[in-house]
């Protein structure tokens, strides 16, 4: 029978052994032993501590496995920001943006640049104290992320223990070998990082890409629905509150920046990760400022070079690589004037036009969007481009059928390059904007202010259309946020604290407290109210977002059918006109919404500030698959609140009686049309207490 103390000793070279398996393997890519051989070890190490659970530690290669799931994310505070980086796209913009940075610093002098390439993932902080992975917190919006720790353990290139120095890794290798001897003396003088009281390290967490497309292999095997890309798949899984299913995926993290301890340069920061055990991309570089030929022909080589990459790649950061210097020249809204993404050459790809729609955006703007037969550009499925305006479709002479170019460039949604008029159907029609707007918006008007290239709905003004729109997003049918009706929609607008639907999850208690509508207690019950909406319904989400011809029930019905909303924004028209009651007009307002650019991007301020409304899958609930029609007025409760209760059941709630309508609701003074078309149907028709009887 083992004693503790020789149980304690063997536990400790398990460990010691298990952790440097781990390191070579998924770190190093190389492997000291067979997988068969590790599996024994953690299997005797497990019994050992289940044996003598005193002896359990924090970083212990057991306590990898997923944990309970979670109820929600808590929120974390960055202690300093998390930040994105600008976008420049030629050399003429590098170089501008050199000039500005020279004219910035004190005798203009910039002695090094340093660089990596730009990984397509998702951004998290891993925070260690006294060398133990204490809490993994996403990027969010820069300043407060979500704690995401038990998912992140589960990823196995992350060390749980910060190792003592040196190890065998430290200054960057030279060739595509991973390894490299010796560690710099400025990192080596830190020999003891777990006496450090905090170290933390910023990275991506990816899948690689024959990672992924193994497990679209094993998703197609399954007749499921493939992920859209690596990087979706990534950030959805770090997402997921159980901790199991981000053990059973491939994720990596490659680390990208050392926050603390502070060292002088970006270079020394990256040698210093790779002395802690932690994978980084390997590709990172330093080049002498005088000499930016040598940088440009690095970066136009890369661009083919990273076709070969392990994972996906959409550009290269570029950086002042002195630390102190990069401090110095600050923050410019949420970007560092010190560094900047070199995006490569959009990819390109073509396909054929559907059909045009024109989205009504959140300024009144009325923009065209082509809807394409789905394609894959850049890592992802394209099936929208956006046409920008009248004068744009012109130019292009783009036309319902024709095949097109499309191209990505750092947008959120694609481009048309060029029509390939040889291959035009015979017959078709130049596209004629005004007409399509008449047709789509019959009862707006539009004008094209002067010197301006968009219509925009007239009479209506930017704030006049956020306002209403907040208005409906708290409205009782969409989010239901106590606190924010009319009045204190306008004071909060009119203040200049909301300038954006997002901009509501950003209110702080103080700064709604100072204006003249609210006090202490009103405000913090605002905020919490907005806060509480993060996890709404599914279908309550859909609704509040304002989609045109998208009611209540349609919503419900959107919900149902996709089940997430990242499946409704992927949604292509013939998914969409599957659906009974969605016809050509609701499916092309939908597909207009999710190609609108603005729309888009509120959309993922939205996912960053941690909105992530929930499915509650009703297709087995009481009344699931039975539809009612309500008329009258009901002494218990509004018409509004009765057909919540009976979509919370499961059913569905139309306008007009049909063959399927299960039953009609009759209140005081029901409305004889519909009472009329009930008897001549035979459809039977119950009174409120019935109802009443029927909901309990």
Not at 90 to 103: A, F, G, V, Y
Not at 450 to 468: A, F, H, N, Q
Not at 545 to 573: M, P
Request: aromatic share 6%.
């Amino acid at each position: 029978m083992i004693t503790k103390n020789e149980a304690a000793a063997r536990i400790e070279k398990l460990r010691e052994i298990i952790n440097d398996y781990r390191y070579h393997y998924h770190v190093l890519d190389e492997s000291i032993m067979s997988e068969a051989a590790a599996d024994s070890l953690k299997h005797e190490l497990s019994q050992l501590e289940e044996q003598f659970p005193e002896l359990i530690t924090p970083d212990s290669p057991t306590q990898r496995v997923a944990g309970k799931p979670l109820d929600k994310f808590q929120k974390v505070t960055h202690k300093e920001r998390m930040i994105s980086l600008a976008d420049v796209f030629s050399e003429q913009e590098i170089e501008d943006w050199i000039s500005r940075n020279k004219k910035l610093i004190p005798g203009g002098e910039i002695k090094e640049f340093f660089t990596d390439i730009k990984m397509d993932g998702l951004a998290c902080a891993l925070i260690y104290k006294n060398g133990i992975l204490y809490q993994a917190v996403t990027r969010g919006d820069g300043l407060v992320g979500e704690d995401v720790t038990q998912n992140v353990k589960t990823i196995e290139n992350i060390p749980l223990r910060l190792p003592q120095l040196p190890l065998s890794l430290g200054s960057r290798p030279s060739g595509p070998s991973p390894r490299a001897d010796g560690v710099p003396s400025r990192v080596a003088a830190l020999r003891n990082p777990s006496a450090l009281d905090e170290v933390e390290v910023r990275g991506e967490i990816i899948i690689f890409k024959k990672d992924f497309e193994n497990l679209q292999a094993h998703q197609r095997e399954l007749g499921e629905k493939e992920f859209a890309n690596p990087r979706n798949l990534a950030a959805g899984t770090i997402r997921q509150l159980d901790p199991k299913v981000a053990a059973s995926r491939p994720l990596k993290f490659i680390a990208y920046d050392l926050v603390s301890p502070d060292l002088p340069t970006h270079s020394e920061a990256y040698e210093m990760l790779r002395a802690l055990g932690f994978r980084t991309s390997n590709e990172d570089r330093v080049f002498k400022a005088e000499d930016k030929k040598e940088l440009f022909e690095y970066i136009h080589n890369l661009d083919e070079y990273r076709k070969g990459l392990l994972f996906n790649t959409d550009g290269m950061v570029i950086k002042i690589n002195d630390r102190k210097i990069y401090k110095k020249l600050g923050i410019v809204g949420k970007t560092p004037r010190a560094a900047v993404a070199f995006k490569f050459p959009a990819e390109e790809s073509t396909t054929k036009v559907r059909d045009i729609v024109i989205s009504i955006g959140r300024t009144g703007a009325a923009t065209p969007v082509a809807i394409l037969d789905p394609v894959q550009v850049a890592g992802s499925t394209v099936q929208h481009a956006s046409l920008h305006n009248a004068d744009e479709i012109a130019r292009l002479d783009v036309r319902i059928g024709d095949t097109v170019i499309i191209y990505k460039a750092g947008d959120i949604i694609p481009q048309i390059k060029e029509v390939l008029t040889t291959l035009r159907p015979e017959n078709t029609k130049p596209f004629n904007y005004l007409e399509a707007l008449k047709s789509q918006y019959p009862e707006l008007e539009f004008e094209r202010p002067t010197g301006e290239v968009v219509y925009r709905v007239k009479g209506e003004t930017s704030d006049l259309i956020l306002k209403r729109s907040l208005e409906y997003y708290a409205s009782k049918p969409a989010l239901n946020i106590e606190g924010l009706g009319e009045k204190n929609v306008n004071a909060l607008v009119d203040a200049g604290l909301v300038l954006s639907i997002a901009d509501l999850y950003r209110l702080k208690e103080n700064k709604v407290a100072s204006l003249e509508r609210f006090a202490e207690l009103s405000a913090k019950n605002l905020v919490e109210a907005i806060e509480k909406s993060k996890t709404a319904p599914l279908n309550k989400f859909i609704t509040a977002l304002g989609i045109r011809h998208v009611g209540a029930q349609t919503a419900t019905t959107l919900a149902n059918k996709f089940g997430s909303f990242e499946k409704l924004a992927s949604a292509t028209k013939e998914e969409l006109l599957e659906i009974p009651d969605i016809g050509e007009i609701v499916a092309e307002s939908i597909l207009a919404y999710f190609a609108d650019e603005d729309n888009l991007k509120q959309l993922e301020e939205l996912k960053e500030l941690g909105v992530a409304p929930e499915f509650n899958d009703l297709s087995k609930a009481p009344l699931a698959g039975k539809s009612y029609i309500i008329t009258g007025t009901l002494a218990s409760m509004g018409r509004e609140a009765a057909e919540d209760k009976l979509r919370e059941l499961g059913a569905t709630v139309t306008s007009s009686v049909t063959k399927t309508t299960t039953a009609l609701i009759c209140g005081e003074k029901p409305g004889k049309g519909k009472t009329d078309k009930a008897a001549k149907l035979n459809i039977p028709t119950i009174d409120e207490q019935e109802f009443l009887k029927l909901i309990a």
